[in-house]
C-alpha cells in the first residue's frame, strides 16, 4: 500500500529551504563555481561571471560613448553578504574598492556589478 505523502509536514523541506541548501551546496561551493574573496573585510565565498558581464557591456555600448572602467559581476550568498547594497555604495572587494552600479536580490543570493571606484 502507498503512503500518502503529507504536505507541510515538519519532515519536509519547502522549495525555499531547497533553494536555500542549493545555493550553499551547489552555485556558492568552493570545490565548484566560487573562491575565497574578502568583500569589506569579511571573507565569503564568491563567484565572478566575466560572460555574464560582457553580455551586459554589449547592450550598454549601444548607448554610450563605449568608454567603461574596470567592472566585475559577482555573485554572493545573502546569508553571508548580509543587507542588498544600495547602488552607489562603495565596496572593498581584496583590496580594491569598486562602486556597486547594480544590485539584485535574487531567491537568496545577490548579484552586483561593480564599477573601478578612483576617488
Same mark, same amino acid.
Not at 573562491?35 to 547592450?59: A, P
Given at each position: 500500500?502507498?503512503? #500518502? @505523502? ?14 536555500? @541548501? ?23 565565498? /564568491? ?22 572602467? #574596470? @567592472?566585475?559581476?559577482?555573485? /554572493? ?43
Amino acid at each position: 500500500m502507498k503512503q #500518502k @505523502q503529507q504536505y507541510g509536514s515538519d519532515d519536509m523541506n519547502t522549495f525555499k529551504d531547497i533553494i536555500k @541548501q542549493d545555493i550553499k551546496n551547489t552555485f556558492i561551493n568552493d570545490d565548484e563555481f566560487s573562491d575565497k574573496h574578502y568583500i569589506d573585510g569579511k571573507e565569503m565565498s /564568491v563567484i565572478t561571471d566575466g560572460i555574464e558581464l560582457l553580455e551586459r557591456e554589449k547592450k550598454l555600448k549601444d548607448k554610450t560613448d563605449g568608454v567603461f572602467l #574596470k @567592472q566585475k559581476l559577482i555573485y /554572493v550568498a545573502a546569508e553571508d553578504f548580509g543587507p542588498l547594497p544600495r547602488i552607489g555604495r562603495i565596496i572593498k572587494l581584496d583590496k580594491s574598492d569598486y562602486r556597486v552600479i547594480d544590485a539584485i536580490a535574487e531567491n537568496g543570493m545577490y548579484s552586483l556589478t561593480l564599477e573601478a571606484y578612483k576617488g
